[in-house]
């Protein structure tokens, strides 16, 4: 085995030894699929034999004889059982189990063996989209989390990943602020830090609410504002020197809300729908010139066959509206030519929620009509479901409003925070690592509840239930981590060591051979674009770590000191996978919990 780089998974080893043994037995059949799967009966079971024996008209337990001799010899498998109708029943040795685990764990690039994809290419991710001079509430929390988790595991395996948060900063509410900011000088000036994101929002909130008032009740300061629009989209300096305040205001705001997510958001990446104003008229004669859209009751549309109303008539994507404006669908339009031509994205995501599905579908099917989107660039919405209250509907205050996204963090926090006082003392933790803890847990709590669901599905959010210690939750995995480290602390001389001769008992072979499939989920997952199900794997590692706990003591006295190095092998590449797996979901691993 390499001591770095990529280490083959078994069964990617496997399946290429009985492919190679399929092809040695039966030349004539050419490259055949084993069709390799994990099995109850043994480690493995090969079921390709059955079909490719009836299209050869040949009989499957001989054929299956014939490959079963054709296998090399070697440490990989220590037995091979032909059951029914030519199935194999395969058991790996545990020579193999351990040895593949030691190269995993010698890998110094850090990566578990993890392969990087060679043939990987350049995704452009939409993710994480608040609107400038409004707050952001439980709605913005799923693309935020949803699409930090699709960067950070993308990019772990060898995508270049490039984020663009497609902010909301254009439009006719800003012609009724900017007015008001005019008619009224230094509005968004605040007390305090200027630094200070609840502040930016207080200030925001109450220029907002006073302009909507006056915008509602003098018909003059209507009119201004519907003219400062125009200067606005005109790009009168005046009037975009004061609109930046808002923006920046607002940014000021945006990071102290994602900095309590613990998710890194860079202002560069920041290209709301402004960023693509100039692109907008172009991009309108394009598709107009092109016949991709054409011109009805004034307006500028693209018509789709299969999108009707509820009158049975077309429903069309409006691209430039009757009166001039342009509508959303100019803006991300214009985004994907600028995403393609000049980022030189191979795929475009947009972690967008799924009741938006009818317009990116409109909006990228224009885009393959003219041409912006081909066989070689795609683009895919990965739609995400509701977050719920705990009786099933829209998450909302008692009030009936929706829930702001920092009170929600600071009550999880608050949530998780008591729960790691209470064993506090035992562990002997100090009030600064309580407090540091129990914002690691409750924010791990809400990222993982979300990031545990099919995205398409909507999920319940019940703080009580996240920051459980029992059960599918973040705060299970972090103290699977925690009990390791522990474990780890209390070894004394010994160490961590692989011992590829001992015998395994079966909770130490259950928990290697999930070990060694951390790889193969994390391709399935960036194929897929996924999380839930590296979610899956990671609750299942902590699984079989609590069951090998309960049957294989590990710094026992009537251990042989090799047993005891094993084991210390075993649950330290298990802490090492949990640490990468969680880290790859946004999720901090505190070492005592």
């Known amino acids: 085995?390499?001591?770095?780089?990529?280490?083959?998974?078994?069964?990617?080893?496997?399946q290429q030894q009985l492919a190679d043994a399929l092809t040695a037995a039966l030349p004539e059949a050419g490259?055949?699929?084993p069709l390799l799967r994990r099995s109850d009966r043994a480690d493995f079971q090969a079921n390709g034999i059955l079909a490719l024996a009836k299209k050869l008209k040949g009989n499957p337990r001989e054929l299956a004889a014939q490959v079963t001799a054709a296998l090399p010899a070697g440490e990989l498998i220590k037995d091979i059982e032909v059951s029914g109708p030519g199935f194999l029943n395969i058991t790996l040795s545990d020579e193999a189990i351990i040895r593949t685990l030691a190269a995993r764990a010698a890998d110094t690039e850090g990566r578990l063996g993890v392969p990087v994809d060679a043939a990987a290419g350049t995704t452009v991710i939409d993710y994480a989209q608040p609107n400038v001079a409004k707050e952001m509430h439980v709605g913005h929390l799923r693309s935020a989390v949803i699409g930090d988790a699709m960067v950070r595991i993308l990019e772990f395996t060898g995508e270049n990943?490039?984020?663009?948060?497609?902010?909301?900063?254009?439009?006719?509410?800003?012609?009724?602020?900017?007015?008001?900011?005019?008619?009224?000088?230094?509005?968004?000036?605040h007390e305090g830090d200027a630094a200070d994101g609840e502040a930016a929002m207080s200030t925001l909130n109450r220029v907002y609410k006073a302009s909507r008032a006056l915008f509602d009740s003098d018909e003059d300061f209507k009119a201004r504002s519907r003219d400062r629009v125009v200067a606005l989209q005109a790009g009168d300096p005046e009037t975009l020197e004061l609109w930046q305040g808002f923006v920046d205001e607002s940014k000021i705001y945006f990071h102290s809300v994602f900095d309590k997510l613990d998710l890194e958001i860079r202002d560069p990446d920041i290209v709301g729908e402004s960023g693509y104003n100039d692109m907008l008229e172009e991009t309108c004669r394009i598709l107009e010139e092109t016949g991709v859209a054409v011109r009805s009751e004034g307006a500028l549309c693209v018509f789709f066959d299969d999108v009707l109303g509820p009158d049975g008539n077309k429903v069309p994507l409006i691209v430039k509206k009757t009166n001039g404006g342009y509508g959303y669908a100019a803006t991300d339009l214009s985004a994907i030519r600028n995403r393609v031509q000049d980022l030189k994205a191979d795929t475009l995501l947009y972690v967008v929620d799924a009741r938006q599905s009818l317009h990116f579908k409109m909006v990228f099917e224009t885009a393959r009509r003219a041409g912006w989107l081909n066989e070689d660039v795609q683009a895919v919405q990965l739609a995400f479901g509701t977050v719920l209250g705990k009786d099933g509907k829209p998450f909302k205050t008692r009030e009936g409003e929706t829930v702001r996204l920092e009170d929600l963090l600071d009550e999880a926090v608050s949530r998780a925070t008591a729960v790691v006082r209470e064993k506090a003392e035992k562990v002997g933790l100090s009030e600064d690592e309580i407090v540091e803890n129990g914002r690691y847990v409750g924010i791990g709590a809400v990222k993982y509840a979300d990031l545990s669901t099919s995205a398409v599905r909507d999920y319940k959010f019940d703080l009580d239930q996240m920051v459980s210690l029992n059960g599918d939750t973040s705060v299970y995995l972090q103290y699977a981590y925690a009990r390791i480290q522990s474990i780890l602390r209390k070894a004394g001389d010994a160490v961590p060591a692989a011992h590829p001769e001992l015998a395994l008992a079966p909770a130490e072979r259950a928990l290697g051979l999930h070990l060694?499939?951390?790889?193969?989920?994390?391709?399935?997952?960036?194929?897929?674009y996924e999380p839930h199900k590296l979610a899956a794997y990671l609750y299942q590692l902590a699984s079989h770590l609590t069951t090998f706990y309960d049957q294989c003591q590990v710094l026992s006295p009537d251990n042989a000191p090799e047993t005891v190095e094993n084991r210390l092998f075993l649950v330290d590449l298990t802490a090492r996978t949990l640490h990468q797996g969680m880290e790859l979901l946004g999720i901090r691993t505190p070492d005592r919990l």
Do not use: C, N
């Open 161 to 189: 990943v490039v984020r663009r948060h497609h902010i909301g900063d254009w439009g006719t509410q800003f012609g009724m602020l900017i007015q008001y900011l005019i008619e009224h000088p230094g509005a968004l000036k």
């Open 516 to 528: 060694d499939r951390f790889g193969e989920v994390l391709g399935e997952v960036a194929s897929a």
């Open 1 to 14: 085995m390499p001591e770095h780089g990529s280490v083959p998974s078994l069964a990617s080893t496997l």
């Open 31 to 33: 490259a055949a699929d």
